[in-house]
């Protein structure tokens, strides 16, 4: 598993009294799951019992190959089926988050899509034949129910704490129990627990204390009045965007639509189901590199932020504010949305490298407040020319994440706007110089080079400007102010059969399909524990050049669990990991196990702790230290244009010779194969 909420393998299916949802389990505390009903890939259907509609689906379309991915596959298709209508489109939308390295999408696509609530009649005749191929269990998609937890009413609401082995957990149910823990425990570090999905995206230390603050109702609430529209800092971003919808269509909260075209965008379905807002403005709180998508909208649309300091003191500050702060016993309590009038235009925008479930390269919002079209009429020769024009009304939000850690706002660009003429060509010129002027990108691996990225910023502001009014807009640039729309996946699959000679040619599933649908299927760590089962994590060089003059893992072994370190000197034979002899890989060189002398790179392994668990090795892992001589600087060879102009021949060797059968006249340079 991926532990980040992003390759779908590890999701199951949770039942609220009012919801049904899919949820990653992998970031979930079982702490937090007190009142879940949770049903996993064994739950829902068994060869015993009878398999569930989804699973022989999925079997009997050939979705599965290696078939690791197909149990969460499986149960994020079944939390969807608890909703009254199904498109196609809301199906394929809702598996940004399931990662399938070998079947292909389009078998797995297509097996789901039998559920859509206007399937065709092939489709439903594709259901009949398959359940009369398996043994399906007769209960239907929606039909699973919640069964309330057996508990004692009268602790219902009351405070919950427990003693971990090293540290304490609580559940509270009022913001009073909230703040008396702090008020017990003030010197201890804390955790706020909502969904957890922010350690997918950064991994949390250690606390001293974690508190579960999902059952405190006042911090859910939603509130609806004409100039705004209030949500609670525990509210989740799946419903969050299902109340933007809810209110897009009324007067003065139409931008919302665009919201939630945006917050789709956002990570994946499992991960918006439990992510709260409070916990996603946190987490750009603590990491202010982080390109938050959800701060960028409600930034740029001049959200408030209710901030409670105890039961009683609520403090309400603009969300640019909110950075200011020291927010050690501080809570998010709510967000504000503001009522927009007709003038103002609003644009979101996220440049990510995928479609779906992927931190933004570059993100942008913009909020302009423009008066009614002012017409300028001219007369050339016979011809009569009505020119429209905007002006800026007030300083707009120019806004882009993704840039570095420090910029929000294009202030100066801001400025330069109020009173102008939009729509004006040396108007738009002068904006882009002095954006261009401001946009400073870092240069943080592994993000995309500063240059890149700045180049992004600068076309979002132009795309921006092209969409404002397009109809004025001459075709050659029309396209350039518009947002490139994904279809539906669309694939066909072809293959020849002879019936005379069948089952010979006769297309079949597999034999393991339905094991794997089923959650049948063992792989490596559905297998029990093995007796003295130890597990290994590598430690791994911090430079990337330089020379090794010892390693100190003493504290390390110091560690109850940690059974032992091993390095290059340990190894009784050759420290080898691929030899070049063998013509493996390309390798010029043989491929050392561990380094023990030279640093190659940054992350090179020097050895391995043992431990007798998986995250005690990886914690152990970190106290080895490594003592480091730093080599002659060389400049980092990065790029295949460094390594020519390194004219290091030990780099660049021809494997093949195919002599180029004509040149051009501006060519550069020859580079062979």
């Known amino acids: ?25 992998c970031l979930v505390p079982v702490r937090i799951c007190n009142g879940w009903n949770i049903y996993t890939i064994e739950g829902i259907g068994t060869k015993r019992e009878g398999y569930h509609k989804i699973q022989a689906v999925l079997a009997d379309k050939n979705g599965s190959q290696c078939g690791y991915c197909s149990p969460g596959m499986v149960m994020n298709m079944y939390s969807l089926g608890f909703e009254e209508s199904l498109s196609a489109e809301q199906i394929e939308n809702s598996f940004g988050g399931n990662i399938c390295r070998c079947t292909g999408y389009r078998a797995i696509i297509d097996a789901f899509r039998v559920f ?26 929606s039909e699973m129910p919640y069964v309330p937890i057996l508990y004692d009413k009268q602790h219902v609401n009351t405070m919950l704490r427990i003693k971990l082995e090293d540290a304490i957990f609580y559940k509270v149910h009022t913001i009073e129990d909230l703040f008396s823990i702090f008020t017990n425990n003030a010197n201890a570090t804390y955790m706020l627990n909502g969904g957890n999905t922010a350690n997918g995206v950064y991994r949390s230390s250690k606390k001293d204390i974690y508190i579960d603050i999902n059952n405190i109702p006042d911090m859910s609430n939603i509130t609806k009045t004409d100039s705004t529209l209030v949500l609670g800092g525990n509210v989740t971003l799946t419903t969050a965007l299902q109340t933007f ?22 990570a994946n379905v499992p991960v918006r189901n439990i992510a709260t807002i409070a916990g996603n403005l946190m987490l750009k709180y603590e990491h202010k590199e982080f390109p938050s998508d959800l701060f960028l909208i409600l930034e ?22 909110f950075f200011n702060l020291n927010m050690h016993h501080k809570v998010i309590y709510s967000v504000v949305l503001p009522q927009l009038t007709d003038q103002h235009i609003y644009r979101f925008y996220k440049v990510m490298p995928r479609a779906q479930n992927a931190r933004a390269h570059v993100n942008a919002g913009f909020l302009f407040k423009l008066d009614a079209d002012d017409k300028i009429f001219f007369k050339y020769y016979l011809f009569i020319f009505i020119i429209f024009f ?28 109020v009173d102008k003429i939009i729509f004006s060509s040396s108007l738009l010129k002068q904006t882009l110089d002095v954006l261009h002027a401001e946009l400073q990108p870092d240069h943080v691996l592994p993000d995309y080079s500063p240059e890149f990225r700045k180049t992004l910023a600068e076309g979002l502001f132009y795309r921006c400007i092209l969409s404002i009014k397009p109809e004025k807009i ?70 990337a050049k330089g020379y090794i003059s010892g390693i100190d893992a003493k504290q390390a072994l110091h560690m109850k669990g940690v059974v032992d370190f091993f390095k290059a000197d340990d190894i009784p034979g050759e420290n080898l990991c691929i030899s070049a002899v063998n013509g493996m890989m390309s ?17 090179q392994p020097v050895g391995v702790i043992v431990a007798e668990t998986h995250n005690l090795a990886i914690e152990a892992a970190k106290l080895v230290q490594i003592k480091y001589k730093e080599s002659s600087k060389t400049k980092p060879v990065l790029s295949i244009e460094d390594a020519i102009n390194a004219n290091d021949k030990t780099r660049i060797r021809q494997s093949v010779n195919i002599p180029a059968k004509r040149k051009g006249k501006n060519c550069e340079r020859t580079t062979f194969i």
């Open 116 to 141: 859509v609530t206007d399937a065709s009649p092939s489709m439903m005749k594709d259901i009949q034949d398959i359940e009369e191929l398996y043994d399906i269990k007769p209960c239907p998609i």
């Open 390 to 417: 905007k002006k800026v009304l007030e300083q707009p939000n120019i806004i882009f994440g993704g840039i570095n850690k420090d910029f929000t706002h294009a202030i100066n660009t801001e400025k330069l706007l």
């Open 1 to 25: 598993m991926c532990h980040e909420g992003g390759c779908g393998a590890c999701i199951v299916c949770v039942i609220f009294k009012d919801k049904t949802i899919a949820v990653n389990s």
């Open 474 to 543: 001459p075709p050659f640039y029309l396209s350039g102010g518009t947002i490139l729309k994904r279809g539906l996946s669309i694939g066909h699959q072809f293959y020849e059969t002879n019936v005379d000679i069948w089952p010979v040619t006769k297309p079949m599933p597999k034999l393991e399909s339905i094991a794997q649908t089923s959650g049948k299927a063992q792989y490596c760590d559905d297998l029990l524990p093995f007796p003295r089962e130890v597990f290994c994590a590598f430690v791994v060089t911090n430079i």
């Open 245 to 266: 919808q809810k209110y897009s269509t009324e007067t003065g909260f139409k931008y919302l639509e665009q919201l939630v075209d945006h917050i789709e965008m956002i």
């Open 587 to 603: 390798l010029p060189e043989d491929e050392l196990l561990f380094a023990d002398k030279d640093v190659s790179y940054a992350g």
């Open 300 to 321: 740029t649309l001049g959200t408030e932020v209710h901030i409670l300091k105890s039961p009683s003191d609520k403090q309400s500050i603009y969300l640019s504010e």
